[in-house]
């Protein structure tokens, strides 16, 4: 005789049955089931009861896409990294209805590639868009569909161009030479590239042996060199 319960619920007769056939039960997910058994033969021998505990996944695991730094925030939405930038495809199963059967593996293939398996950092070094497609699979076979994230590439510099007003009087040597009250300026783009361009974040400058500072605005020189 085969005896189960529902969660905390009452125990209920299963099955009766003679003989070594088996037999599946069909639970529902996010349920607990238990189960015990006792057995007798044709000598009306009767065995210690038997016990265990079952429960019923049926929810798939998640993958998920993260990027560290450097990384930004496209203005019309989208996500921007560097090819120095390590990214990560990773996978978790969650619980529901208190049950977990815990993640199998996770995977992951770049713009329609072969699908191999995540958990590593791995880098884009091409300029562009590229779509990361990831799925993961449970340890009781519940697999996730497949799961898209978009991330474009921008591995091309700015670049800065120094200005000065008045417009300089001069040039010799190599330098500029520049009236009385003249003061420079700092103008920086970040040409696209693969069709995409990061923004420029800032500008730093240094003035003769000084240290690295931000620009801010225009700067004013003193007399020489």
């Known amino acids: 005789v085969v005896f189960s319960k529902e969660d905390d619920g009452a125990w209920q007769t299963w099955r009766t049955a003679r003989g070594d056939g088996g037999d599946s039960f ?34 798939a695991p998640v993958s998920r896409f993260t990027a560290g730094s450097p990384r930004a925030e496209l203005a019309q939405g989208g996500l921007i990294v560097s090819p120095r930038t390590d990214l990560l ?16 593996r996770v995977e992951y293939g770049v713009d329609g590639g072969a699908m191999g398996l995540g958990g590593q950092a791995f880098r884009l070094g091409t300029e562009g868009l590229h779509v990361v497609a990831s799925r993961a699979r449970d340890r009781v076979g519940n697999e996730e569909g497949p799961r898209e994230s978009r991330v474009y590439v921008d591995g091309t510099a700015p670049r800065t161009e120094a200005s000065a007003k008045p417009a ?5 040597g190599g330098a500029l030479i520049l009236g009385a009250g003249a003061v420079v300026g700092f103008a920086a783009q970040d040409p696209v590239s693969g069709g995409v361009a990061a923004g420029v974040h800032h500008t730093e400058y240094r003035l003769d042996d000084g240290a690295v500072a931000e620009a801010g605005g225009e700067l004013g020189l003193a007399e020489g060199r």
């Open 89 to 104: 495809v990773s996978g978790e199963d969650p619980v529901s209805g208190g049950v977990a059967s815990g993640l199998d």
């Open 168 to 172: 300089p009087g001069l040039e010799a």
């Open 26 to 59: 069909n639970g529902t997910a996010g349920h607990r089931y238990s189960f015990y058994s006792v057995a007798w033969d044709q000598a009306g021998n009767v065995e210690a009861a038997q016990s265990r505990a079952m429960a019923v996944d049926a929810s």
